[in-house]
């Protein structure tokens, strides 16, 4: 999407690529509505009042990022339907905890938007992504961060400079 917006390409920052891969607000969307059941080029046009330009560029990159994959629609011979790739769906906890987020954050008068629930029992579920390795889920003041295997003098120029500023 040159010309769009900033490129993170260059930024040694999982965070950074994950944000350059999957795209804008509109990528984001478009995989919030996939993973809610839709899955037609018209639908996504009506439902986010997006122009059919733009959702196509968008359908476009999020199907060359691996993302989704579009098969022919066998309704329709002219359209296509777009799914979730197994790259598409593990984005589902983020949707999920972005949307909890908002809900708690910039809440509607009524009660939240969208409830998570098990589809097994219909218990509510919390999506999170702090969860240690013997399955106790973790507050973010129990979460801490450090320097990977992978990780770079990016990262290690960001931690001293966090630890400077603590000091001075």
């Not at 999957?22 to 080029?41: A, E, P, V, Y």
């Not at 733009?54 to 296509?80: H, N, S, V």
Request: aromatic share 6%; net charge negative.
């Amino acid at each position: 999407m040159a010309g769009t917006r900033t490129s993170f390409a260059d930024l040694d920052c999982g965070f950074a690529q994950a944000i350059e891969h999957i795209g804008d607000q509109w990528c984001f969307l478009i995989i919030r509505n996939l993973l809610m059941g839709m899955t037609r080029f018209e639908d996504f046009a009506a439902h986010l009042s997006i122009s059919p330009k733009i959702l196509a560029d968008r359908l476009q990159r999020l199907t060359g990022e691996g993302l989704i994959e579009a098969r022919p629609d066998e309704d329709d011979r002219r359209g296509k339907i777009y799914e979730l790739t197994e790259k598409g769906r593990d984005l589902t906890p983020v949707v999920g905890a972005l949307t909890q987020w908002g809900d708690r954050w910039v809440p509607k008068k009524g009660g939240v938007r969208t409830e998570f629930y098990e589809l097994s029992t219909g218990e509510p579920v919390t999506c999170t992504v702090g969860v240690s390795k013997h399955g106790h889920i973790l507050s973010p003041d129990e979460i801490g961060h450090r320097t990977g295997p992978g990780g770079s003098q990016v990262r290690d120029e960001l931690d001293a400079l966090v630890e400077r500023r603590k000091t001075s």
